[in-house]
């Protein structure tokens, strides 16, 4: 059995506990092993004859028993009981932005409705108004989630492109024969959803190589095979294409895969021009020929970036090793799931100098959110963790909301004795363009409001952007001087690229912040690095490149601006 099948398996548990309502930490330890299992480069067959299954990272002894149970018999008991009491066509309708699985059930309950067609056909005629707890509002919603599904059908997200290379990669450097193995296409270039993954590999025996690759554990089936190209199909339907090139031509191949389709136009006719052709082992060595300095990848859009580099202008990109903290960060004081010591400690690990810890209030309905009396008794452990060598430092800050009417939840003198204060939009989310714009561009005129997170509040997994104008939002964060977030998250890529250079181009700072939760999404931090680093963000313009003296002056000084605006 391959591990796309097991992987299938474990997903369809998770999605129909989903929509049982059942513990969110048992539904996530699901998708934690689903994303294990995409990303192995063995057959779990063979990890199960070795007795090495439990070895692998969010594995446990309950899942690991159901794994063998589908292996060795082909079927799973417990998956068959779910199935049998929710209806599996249901998953259909619980793909819409939006839409929660509790609210498809009622759905399905009251109107029997098992496809998007029937729900889209529901809601023009308004009688989704006949299920309990939707207004015209939740229709007028779900028909823009519809909307959205369509618009995005048949692609991803760019991190779950770079997850799926990740693994695949993995598998095909090990393989005899390969020199190098590289993605390419639109998914090297970040864009934001990708329709399928481009790998390329160099090889003296291109025709072992692709025949070789059809073999691979996280393929569910080869779809073609022509000339050059092998296609195949991984288990959650993405199709993957491999060229496989001779050394010599690596660069040149390399650069012709990942360029955009205009990138590669203008490139082609400065060869002619120049009467050379675009050949060579690197990518160096092709644009040095062409009279052009390297160009990263994400800028490869035919946006001018030809000419910059052969003018020698291009940006000099914001790049990882510059981030010296994060801004926006949580621990086990609100929704985090670590202590303050461990975030520090695998905040430092990663080459972070600092972080701010940026816990939610508890006007959030967060069991441990922060109340004012809470901050203080946070504030003593801050301390004393700062006392700890090997830990990077910890700023005092808070993740405070705006409300509806765009006063913030927590008083003043609690914001005032903050390091930093994010702020971000929770509640209320679909209140009228006018009334969230205004909302927002208060809360960015007040003294303690450092950042603004996750501006457009979309959720990848469950909603759209909000109706906000966000070109009012980035004037107003240049004239105050707040800085706006790129919220490195593969569930908010937010801003997106496009909101990111438009704040560049109007002269916004920007901060690249992972909120996370717990360490491992300290590593969320290359999507968001990638997003910056294709809206032509240089270090300079990014908040968190300072060290931490630097972005407590910031602070300062954006509380006098808003002091000085005030009087």
Known sequence: MRNADVAAMLNRVADLLEIRGENFFKIRAYREAVRQLDNLTTEVEDLIKDGKLKDIPGIGEAIEKKIVEYVTTGQLEFLTRLEAEVPPALLEITRVPGLGPRTAKDIYDTLGILSLDALEDAARTHRLLSVRGIKAKTEENILKGIAMLKRTEGRIYFPEAWILA????????????????????????????????????????????????GRLPQVNEVIAQDGGTTSIRVRSGMQVDLRVVKPDSFGAAWVTFTGSEA??????????????????????????????????????????????????????????????????????????????????????????????????????????????????????????VNARPGLARVLNGAEVDILPDGSLDLPDETLASLDLVVASVHVALDQPKDVITQRVLTALRSPHVDVYAHPTSRRLDRRGETSLDVEAVIAEAVTTGTA??????????????????????????????????????????????????????????????????????????KAARAVGNLR
């Not at 021009?273 to 062409?290: H, S």
């Open 166 to 213: 990740d693994s695949m990669l993995t598998t095909l450097r090990a393989l005899k024969g390969v020199a190098r193995a590289e993605i390419a296409g639109s998914a090297r270039r970040a864009c934001e959803t990708v329709g399928d993954l481009d790998l390329l590999v160099a090889g003296d025996d291109p025709d072992a190589l692709r025949a070789e690759f």
């Open 263 to 384: 990138h590669n136009l203008q490139l082609r006719a400065r060869a002619e021009r120049m009467g050379k052709a675009i050949a060579g082992a690197t990518e160096e060595e092709v644009y040095a020929a062409l009279g052009c300095a390297w160009i990263p990848p994400e800028l490869r859009e035919g946006r001018g970036e030809i000419e910059q580099a052969a003018r020698g202008t291009l940006p000099n990109l914001v790049q990882r090793a510059d981030l010296r903290g994060d801004l926006h960060t949580h621990s086990n004081w609100s929704d985090g799931r670590n202590e303050i010591a461990e975030m520090a400690r695998a905040a430092k690990a990663r080459g972070y100098d600092y972080i701010v810890l940026t816990d939610h209030t508890q006007s959030l309905q967060i069991a441990q959110g922060l109340t004012p009396e809470r901050f203080r008794a946070r504030a003593a452990e801050i301390a004393a």
């Open 484 to 557: 706006l977030e790129i919220n490195n998250s593969p569930f908010r890529l937010d801003l997106n690229d496009t909101w990111a250079r438009k704040a560049r181009e109007a002269g916004a700072l920007l901060a690249i912040d992972n909120d996370a939760h717990y360490p491992a999404e300290y590593d969320y931090v290359r999507y968001g690095l990638a997003i910056g680093r294709r809206a032509g963000l240089t270090p300079d313009r990014v908040l968190n490149t300072r060290d931490p003296e630097g972005v407590l002056a910031f602070c300062r000084e």
